[in-house]
């Protein structure tokens, strides 16, 4: 890096930390700091939540994986990964039902009425796991527009991206994260504009939005996963889930459907950056976005890194809240230690400190964080019966386990390589993981009705036993 192109990307990146802290609201009860409402206990408006909800998903992985599989596939890998966002307006709807059937006030509560305690604590931990991820693989992208993984500016500005991102979350916890997204989402969309400002007039519109094939060996067997994890997917993911419950039931669905529908075009539209990089001899090395800046020269790096950082933001400040209200107010909750009555705010910041600091460190082991979002749907891919056929029980703990641990133990498989190639579904890079979501599913699901079944079948017995008698 240059000494004018450290300037000015170390100097966007303090401002950009001065800005988020001076402009973030601060909480001043449990209430505002982990559910969002204002000091005067209203709820989070319906524009702001669409906002949160789309930016908040707009990961800094997610956009670099996005360009990286139109790097490879053309519109065909851009889609597919866009496809993951169809899935906000699926889990909108359920948590609809939820919450107008149920009357549970987190996902967390609607599980223990319906599976159990256990399946609560289960649940609870696939998603810390989850939201551990969101750290370094946001904070790491961030970094790899300074430097390369293992230079000190990698780190240094890894850490201090991190740094200003913990301090505005601190100050105000979910309502700071809210607001501060409308902000982001706006510096987003511009930025993204902008970057299209330079691509599409670099090449015919028909050939950037043609290149690439339907065929399961050029990237459709990875859209045909993200139609099987739409149902799925969302579930593990607080950041998303939590929004469900902060506003009135049609108010939250309007704002899951409008931000899942701009967030599939935002995606799709920044997959260009890739398919430009294909369609001009470019190579991705990993990062098309940088590639792609470099190529176009330091007024498109700039806006790449700009785009990241706003994502990566978004991203960063909803995951220490989501984790701060998971460790603080839902695992007590389950345990039985909390009343209903929230913790103090100093015991979220406590939290949200300590997962600020272990959060980053798998960055410094060289993690890759291309992988994170396919293999970890895959390990939810249990959660598809346990919320979308929830109606045909009222309690059955383990129809919860029979299908959540089938699917875990299915992604731990796929993820240490030992799941048979047999069960591959084509021959595209992707085809083994399309199989395991193919056949997993049906496992899954058949694990949910089996005690179902079992328990109908009993019933009968009984009454046929007591008929006889």
Same mark, same amino acid.
């Given at each position: 890096?240059?000494?004018?192109?450290?300037?000015?990307?170390?100097?966007?990146?303090?401002?950009?930390?001065?800005?988020?802290?001076?402009?973030?609201?601060?909480?001043?009860?449990?209430?505002?700091?982990?559910?969002?409402?204002?000091?005067?206990?209203?709820?989070?408006?319906?524009?702001?939540?669409?906002?949160?909800?789309?930016?908040?998903?707009?990961?800094?992985?997610? &956009?670099?994986?996005?360009?990286?599989?139109?790097?490879?596939?053309?519109?065909?890998?851009?889609?597919?990964?866009?496809?993951?966002? +169809?899935?906000?307006?699926?889990?909108?709807?359920?948590?609809?039902?939820?919450?107008?059937?149920?009357?549970?006030?987190s996902l967390q509560e609607?599980?223990?009425?319906?599976?159990?305690?256990?399946?609560?604590?289960?649940?609870?931990?696939?998603?810390?796991?989850?939201?551990?991820?969101?750290?370094?693989?946001?904070?790491?992208?961030?970094?790899?527009?300074?430097?390369?993984?293992?230079?000190?500016?990698?780190?240094?500005?890894?850490?201090?991206?991190?740094?200003?991102?913990?301090?505005?979350?601190?100050k105000g916890g979910l309502?700071?994260?809210?607001?501060?997204?409308?902000?982001?989402? &706006? &510096?987003?969309?511009?930025?993204?504009?902008?970057?299209?400002?330079?691509?599409?007039?670099?090449?015919?519109?028909?050939?950037?939005?043609?290149?690439?094939? #339907?065929?399961?060996?050029?990237?459709?067997?990875?859209?045909?996963?993200?139609?099987?994890?739409?149902?799925?997917?969302?579930? !593990?993911?607080?950041?998303?889930?939590?929004?469900?419950?902060?506003?009135?039931?049609?108010?939250?669905?309007?704002?899951?459907?409008?931000?899942?529908?701009l967030g599939f075009v935002?995606?799709?539209?920044?997959?260009?950056?890739?398919? !430009?990089?294909?369609?001009?001899?470019?190579?991705?090395?990993?990062?098309?976005?940088?590639?792609?800046?470099?190529?176009?020269?330091?007024?498109?790096?700039?806006?790449?890194?700009?785009?990241?950082?706003?994502?990566?933001?978004?991203? +960063?400040?909803?995951?220490?809240?989501?984790?701060?209200?998971?460790?603080?107010?839902?695992?007590?909750?389950?345990?039985?230690?909390?009343?209903?009555?929230?913790?103090?705010?100093?015991?979220?910041?406590?939290?949200?400190?300590? #997962?600020?600091?272990?959060?980053?460190?798998?960055?410094?082991?060289?993690?890759?964080?291309?992988?994170?979002?396919?293999?970890?749907?895959?390990?939810?891919?249990? +959660?598809?019966?346990?919320?979308? #056929?929830?109606?045909?029980?009222?309690?059955?703990?383990?129809?919860? !386990?029979?299908?959540?641990?089938?699917?875990?133990?299915?992604?731990?498989?796929?993820?240490?390589?030992?799941?048979?190639?047999?069960?591959?579904?084509?021959?595209?890079?992707?085809?083994?993981?399309?199989?395991?979501?193919?056949?997993?599913?049906? +496992?899954?699901?058949?694990?949910?009705? &089996?005690?179902?079944?079992?328990?109908?079948?009993?019933?009968?017995?009984?009454?046929?036993?007591?008929?006889?008698?």
């Amino acid at each position: 890096m240059t000494g004018t192109e450290a300037t000015l990307f170390w100097g966007f990146l303090v401002v950009y930390g001065i800005v988020m802290y001076a402009l973030s609201p601060k909480s001043l009860n449990a209430e505002s700091f982990y559910k969002g409402a204002d000091d005067q206990g209203r709820p989070v408006g319906q524009w702001s939540l669409t906002a949160s909800i789309f930016i908040s998903w707009i990961f800094a992985k997610s &956009v670099t994986n996005a360009a990286n599989l139109g790097a490879a596939y053309g519109v065909t890998g851009g889609l597919a990964y866009a496809a993951y966002w +169809l899935s906000i307006p699926v889990a909108g709807y359920i948590i609809y039902l939820i919450r107008t059937q149920t009357g549970a006030g987190s996902l967390q509560e609607f599980l223990t009425s319906r599976f159990g305690r256990l399946a609560a604590l289960s649940f609870s931990a696939a998603i810390l796991i989850r939201l551990y991820n969101e750290v370094w693989s946001n904070t790491a992208v961030v970094g790899g527009y300074f430097g390369s993984p293992g230079d000190w500016p990698y780190y240094t500005a890894a850490m201090v991206f991190t740094a200003f991102t913990l301090a505005y979350s601190l100050k105000g916890g979910l309502r700071s994260s809210i607001f501060t997204d409308v902000i982001q989402a &706006v &510096v987003f969309v511009f930025f993204v504009a902008a970057v299209l400002f330079l691509i599409i007039p670099a090449n015919d519109p028909r050939t950037l939005l043609t290149t690439g094939e #339907f065929r399961l060996e050029a990237g459709m067997d990875l859209l045909l996963v993200a139609g099987l994890q739409l149902f799925s997917y969302p579930f !593990h993911d607080p950041v998303l889930t939590d929004r469900g419950f902060v506003n009135r039931e049609k108010t939250m669905l309007k704002s899951f459907v409008v931000a899942g529908l701009l967030g599939f075009v935002a995606v799709f539209v920044f997959s260009l950056v890739g398919v !430009h990089a294909q369609i001009n001899g470019i190579a991705a090395n990993g990062n098309a976005p940088a590639a792609v800046g470099q190529a176009l020269g330091l007024t498109a790096l700039f806006l790449m890194s700009v785009v990241m950082m706003t994502s990566a933001g978004s991203t +960063l400040d909803s995951t220490f809240t989501s984790f701060s209200k998971s460790i603080a107010v839902d695992l007590p909750r389950l345990a039985r230690r909390a009343a209903e009555r929230l913790p103090s705010m100093k015991v979220g910041a406590a939290v949200m400190i300590i #997962f600020a600091i272990l959060g980053n460190l798998p960055m410094f082991a060289g993690t890759d964080i291309l992988k994170a979002t396919t293999i970890s749907g895959t390990m939810v891919m249990g +959660l598809a019966p346990v919320f979308l #056929f929830y109606g045909f029980t009222r309690w059955s703990p383990w129809s919860f !386990h029979l299908s959540f641990w089938t699917g875990l133990i299915l992604g731990l498989l796929l993820a240490l390589g030992l799941i048979p190639r047999s069960w591959a579904i084509g021959e595209g890079a992707y085809a083994l993981l399309l199989g395991t979501n193919a056949w997993g599913i049906l +496992l899954c699901s058949a694990g949910f009705f &089996v005690p179902l079944v079992l328990r109908r079948l009993r019933g009968r017995g009984l009454a046929t036993t007591e008929a006889g008698g």
